[in-house]
């Protein structure tokens, strides 16, 4: 049976009157059919095993790449002092978030929106689902403090800097900033579940687990607003101001000079995260505030509703990916320090071997010798 009939306004008892007056008589009709849960679901595209083959391979790949290429920065910055520095003390919470949305967040998003139902119980929904809001807060928030940071170090260079202890102390600021602002998700994310009685059409009940939002229409669209403004709009309008007063200054010095020029190339770094982080969220952002003020969005859209919202969500992730790049490998002194940290380990690695077949092997060489003595 295909499920492109189902309608938000339909009812089995509907379907089921119909097919009789079709067929003539209700009772004329067998009742052994093999009806599947999907055949009484409202169509989704991912339900399709190409589309769900496809989006497991692309989320496998940002989820592997983001946690792996982030970890590794954090592991870098915090073994090697020579990076410890206020800049990368904000990189270092850019790549925390980043992992707490690969490792908490898009598996179960991952999942969720496949399956269509919520298989992971209460208290996972209250925790996973508003995780989304928490790190991208996080993320935008610690792009801001190190546009702040450099705007301080190369526009007043004689003023007083933040310290690595004050920026420490600013992270726990964003951190908690960042949960405050998404209690409201919290508060409005529930558990439902949904009994689907099938009988007497067919003989089973569906028991199915969702893990929604639930507001209230004006609510939910103050708190849109106020998320996209707080979290996207004025951090950005205050990080294209620093940026570009920063380019000003940095253009009136001579790039000869070998401080100018390493400013030149951190800030180009920086500002292509920030373009990157800009660039990869606009999307679903954009999709976020017109479904909540167009809630007729997902019946335009039919099928492809959900599959469209996971793939914005997947484009907004691949900065992820690709902020680790732009950091680790333009980023001279963190190349030459990754390299660095990578030989000693190798180095290590190959004076251990060899200290294993000297000791292995010393009674062989001790007999040879006294062999080669008594021939002697």
């Known amino acids: 049976m295909n499920d492109e009939w189902m309608m938000s306004n339909f009812t089995l008892e509907n379907y089921f009157s119909d097919f ?6 209700m009772t004329d009709w067998s009742m052994d059919f093999h009806f599947k849960v999907s055949d009484f679901e409202a169509p989704n595209l991912l339900r399709d095993k190409g589309w769900r083959i496809f989006m497991i391979i692309l989320f496998g790949a940002v989820i592997f790449l983001g946690f792996i290429e982030n970890l590794m920065v954090i592991i870098v910055i915090t073994i090697n002092k020579r990076l410890h520095t206020v800049t990368n003390v904000f990189i270092s919470t850019l790549s925390f978030s980043d992992i707490m949305l690969c490792a908490f967040n898009l598996p179960f998003q991952l999942h969720y929106g496949i399956t269509d139902y919520w298989s992971f119980g209460p208290i996972l929904c ?23 940071e450099r705007y301080i170090l190369i526009v007043f260079p004689f003023r007083k800097k933040l310290t690595i202890k004050m920026a ?6 964003i951190i908690i900033f960042s949960v405050m602002c998404s209690i409201p998700i919290i508060l409005h994310t529930e558990h439902s579940q949904e009994i689907i009685d099938l009988r007497p059409y067919i003989q089973d009940i569906i028991k199915k687990s969702f893990c929604i939002e639930n507001w209230k229409l004006k609510t939910s669209r103050a708190y849109t607003m106020f998320v996209f403004v707080l979290q996207f709009f004025i951090p950005y309008i205050i990080i294209s101001v620093l940026y570009f007063q920063i380019y000003k200054v940095l253009k009136k010095r001579p790039i000869k000079r070998k401080e100018t020029r390493k400013s030149y190339q951190t800030t180009r770094i920086l500002i292509a ?3 990157t982080f800009t660039i990869s969220w606009l999307p679903f952002q954009i999709f976020s505030i017109v479904s909540y003020f167009n809630p007729n969005i997902s ?6 509703y959900k599959l469209t919202d996971l793939i ?3 484009i907004a992730m691949s900065s992820s990916c690709v902020n680790p790049f732009l950091y680790g490998w333009l980023n001279d002194k963190f190349r030459k320090e990754f390299g660095t940290m990578l030989g000693k380990r190798m180095m290590k690695m190959q004076v251990s071997r060899s200290g294993y077949f000297r000791s292995s092997g010393s009674g062989d060489y001790k007999s040879e010798r006294n062999c080669a003595t008594e021939n002697l």
Do not use: D, R, W, Y
Request: aromatic letters at 6%.
């Open 312 to 314: 914005l969500k997947i």
């Open 126 to 148: 209250q925790i996973i689902m508003p995780m989304f809001a928490v790190p991208v807060f996080m993320s935008t928030l610690a792009m801001l403090m190190i546009a702040i």
């Open 20 to 25: 009789g007056n079709e067929s003539g008589n």
């Open 299 to 304: 019946t335009h859209l039919g099928p492809a």
């Open 168 to 173: 420490l102390v600013i992270v726990f600021v």
């Open 273 to 275: 995260i920030t373009t």
